[in-house]
């Protein structure tokens, strides 16, 4: 679990004038503030290097009025200023009742994020195995169909083909990113995320390091979609077809 330690000063003093900010507004209703996201985690593969990141906060409060937005809206410029993005502002209710519906996205709240004040609200959640499946098979569907219309779209033309797979490997590693967690396996480098999709049939290992390869990266060579799209959509059919029919230990 990380740790504020993790933060620039700059950015502990922000949490602190945003919990302030919080608690004048929402008085006792406040229960929890959390702090998540990759800002936590500089040391991650899939960081931006010299990239402004936001840091991502969730505050869990009894209730949230119109008058509360208002208020915050109000202090919005200065927790911009202060490199915080805009706090999520849920219920416990509904944060637990949503986990079925955003499993990956509140799951990696639940499981890597640092309490800023109040108890910690997560105690005793847990991210149901099934749910996950389901979100990596809706994810990795509409990743396949990404790939064959914009296929399409680009008429076979090299370039375009180039930037289709580029621009499409920030996704993808996202989704393989999901497939290691829901089976468990490491996320936290290139090499892992390889290795945790490298046994599924059909999956094609040097085009997903080949493609993975090309996050962040802002030119590709013009030869590069020809030679990866077979492969890269290959293995994401395969990994389709695995996502299906795949079932918990």
Known sequence: MPTLAALPADLVSGLDSLQADLAAIFGTRLRSLVA?????FPATWTAHPGRAIPLNTLALV???SLDDLQACAARATAWRRAGLAMPLLLSEHEFRRSLDV???EYGDI???HATVSGPDPFEGVVVGPEDLRRACEAQAKGHLIHLREGFIETGAQAGDLSNL???SSGPFATLIAHVARLRGRDDSSLDALVRGIDDVPG???AAVRDVLGLVNVSRVGNDEGKR?????LASVEALVSFLDTWKSA
């Open 228 to 232: 990866l799209y077979p492969d890269y």
């Open 62 to 64: 009894d209730a949230c």
């Open 110 to 112: 639940v499981a890597r």
């Open 203 to 205: 999956v094609r290992r």
């Open 36 to 40: 998540y996201g990759v800002r936590l």
């Open 165 to 167: 797979v580029a621009a």
């Open 102 to 104: 955003f499993p990956f």
